[in-house]
């Protein structure tokens, strides 16, 4: 029998804190990386190309740059945008590593990550926005930022 | 805090203590989860430790500590743990330390010496083996830059990850 004794486990808020650390330590790591190269040249993923194509197919509304550039919480998180990210999740569960990892994404490309620029999504998430931002250069002007 | 008997509780005052944390907490400290133990040490030795403690942190990099101070002799569990040990068999004792020549123990350095020696040519002689396999050379290169790594260990965490580049770097810089 397992020596597990979930009356008498601790350190459950320990866990639960644990994802928010790993979001906290991705979002500091990928900023560090921007600030010393052009996300225009980053290269995220081994699928970076088909994120990205994929992203632009089913979510045409984000060809526009503007809204890759800037974009609410709320368009996320509707009943009918949950459905069609969870569709598109399909497509990469398999190949893209913490796909479904909470992650802090940037609302807006022009901003560091702040209280109010920040959002949490899914790893996939991230990935789609962050890799079209760096397509358009958007994230460039962060290089030698501190 | 001049006269606390050993193995005594010093418990700072409620009403004290919640209008230390009234003011503290304006101060914008961030809290540093996971600390579980803090301990004082004075000159003689002394030694006050919290147990579970709240530790707050600055900007400036000042520490707020709260918790319940114990005094914690150090050095007597430290002898009562030699006893115990020494009782139980784990560790030598004084005089099978004392059979040791100054010889031996050079001869032990230095074998223990030729071993890490030894341990740093197999990792050097690892060096060229690591395949890149598909990997962008510019992704190694930027692991390596944003980490300080070596080229292999580089190529080993974006493989391990499939490529992708953050994952990459934070298992490198835990």
């Not at chain 1, 290269?43 to 800037?70: C, G």
């Not at chain 1, 497509?91 to 802090?104: A, P, Q, S, V």
């Not at chain 2, 050379?137 to 499939?162: F, P, Y």
Request: proline share 2%; charged share 30%.
């Amino acid at each position: 029998m397992s020596t597990f004794n979930a009356e008498t486990a601790d350190n459950l808020e320990d866990i639960e804190k644990q994802f928010a650390v790993v979001a906290v330590e991705q979002a500091e790591t990928y900023w560090k990386l921007l600030t010393s190269v052009p996300g225009s040249k980053l290269r995220l993923t081994k699928f970076d190309d088909e994120i990205y194509e994929n992203f632009m197919e089913r979510f045409p509304e984000y060809k526009d740059v503007e809204r890759v550039k800037k974009f609410t919480e709320e368009e996320l998180k509707t009943k009918e945008a949950k459905e069609r990210w969870r569709k598109f999740f399909t497509i990469f569960e398999k190949k893209i590593e913490d796909y479904n990892f909470g992650t802090l994404l940037r609302t807006d490309a022009s901003a560091e990550y702040g209280q109010f620029t920040t959002c949490f999504v899914v790893r996939l998430q991230f990935y789609a926005f962050e890799i079209a931002r760096n397509k358009h250069g958007l994230n460039d002007w962060i290089v030698g930022q501190k | 805090m001049s006269a606390i008997p050993e193995n005594a509780n010093v418990t700072v005052l409620n009403k004290n203590e919640k209008k230390a944390r009234e003011l503290i907490g304006k101060l914008g400290l961030k809290q540093i989860p996971g600390i579980i133990r803090v301990t004082f040490r004075k000159k003689d030795n002394q030694i006050y430790a919290i147990e579970k403690p709240e530790v707050f942190r600055s900007a400036g990099g000042n520490y707020v500590v709260f918790g319940e101070a114990k005094v914690d002799n150090f050095t007597q569990k430290l002898a009562a743990a030699q006893q115990q040990a020494q009782a139980s068999g784990i560790m030598p004792s004084n005089e099978d330390v004392a059979t040791k020549s100054p010889e031996d123990i050079q001869a032990d350095m230095q074998a223990a010496a030729e071993g890490s020696v030894n341990a740093a040519a197999e990792e050097d002689d690892e060096e060229g083996e690591v395949d890149a396999g598909d990997l962008n050379k510019d992704d190694i290169e930027l692991v390596v830059q944003q980490t300080n790594v070596s080229k292999n260990q580089a190529i080993k965490a974006l493989k391990a990850h499939n490529g992708d580049l953050v994952n990459a770097i934070m298992s490198l810089s835990k």
